[in-house]
């Protein structure tokens, strides 16, 4: 069955930007939706956003203006950058699959059904 | 963006107790809401999809009803293994709060 593994550094400075890498195991990252999640420890769960292998990609309008994420379909890996990093960035990162399907231009959504471990990312000096 | 609110936010009750725990949204989802359930250090599972639909492998004690502003999650004889904190989300994206559900 599919798998997901998140990669990257586990601490970085403030005002910096993360990088993370999701790789996608046991099936293929085409024609799919994937997003990001994060949790801040002891608090709730926080989408990032969702992109399409297609190319298109839509972010929480909380963090907008400082997330991109991208996709390298040849290493079935999909990325998330995160810039200006603050105290209130440090989180476990999860990556996930994004069980959307869309008929015309109408998006269904069936869940979150694959998700990563997750990866705990630490922004201090 | 629409807004959900879970209610109660923390729920005490013992094994074979039925529960229900609440997710209201600020608007309109139709149907477009799922439920998931995390346990500490691990990620989140999927449970329910579409408000009422059943992840396939989960048992059939939890089931989901709702369409619109509201909707609920009930757990029909609770297990030991289902003392967890539960999440609604709608349309693939916003969270809400979360609901602890722990022993009595």
């Known amino acids: 069955q599919v798998r997901l593994q998140e990669s990257g550094p586990r601490l970085v400075k403030p005002s910096e930007t993360l990088s993370l890498t999701c790789t996608v195991s046991?099936?293929?990252?085409?024609?799919?939706?994937w997003s990001w999640v994060r949790q801040p420890a002891g608090k709730g769960l926080e989408w990032i956003g969702r992109?399409?292998?297609?190319?298109?990609?839509i972010y929480n309008a909380s963090l907008q203006s400082r997330v991109v994420m991208s996709v390298d379909t040849s290493r079935n890996q999909f990325f998330l950058k995160l810039t200006s990093l603050t105290a209130a960035d440090t989180a476990v990162y999860f990556c996930?699959?994004?069980?959307?399907?869309?008929?015309?231009?109408?998006?269904?959504?069936?869940?979150?059904?694959?998700w990563g471990p997750g990866t705990t990312v630490t922004v201090s000096s | 963006d629409t807004q959900l609110t879970q209610s109660p936010s923390t729920l005490s009750a013992s094994v074979g107790d039925k529960v229900s725990i609440t997710c209201r949204a600020s608007q309109s989802v139709d149907t477009w809401l799922a439920w998931y359930q995390q346990k500490p250090g691990k990620a989140p599972k999927l449970l329910i999809y579409k408000a009422s639909s059943l992840e396939s492998g989960v048992p059939s004690r939890f089931s989901g009803s709702g369409s619109g502003t509201e909707f609920t999650l009930t757990i029909t004889s609770l297990q030991p293994d289902d003392f967890a904190t539960y999440y609604c989300q709608h349309s693939n994206s916003y969270f809400g709060p979360g609901t602890k559900v722990d022993i009595k």
């Open positions: 996930t699959r994004d069980h959307v399907l869309v008929v015309g231009d109408v998006p269904h959504y069936f869940g979150m059904d694959v």
């Open positions: 046991g099936g293929s990252i085409n024609s799919h939706f």
């Open positions: 992109l399409y292998i297609g190319g298109s990609t």
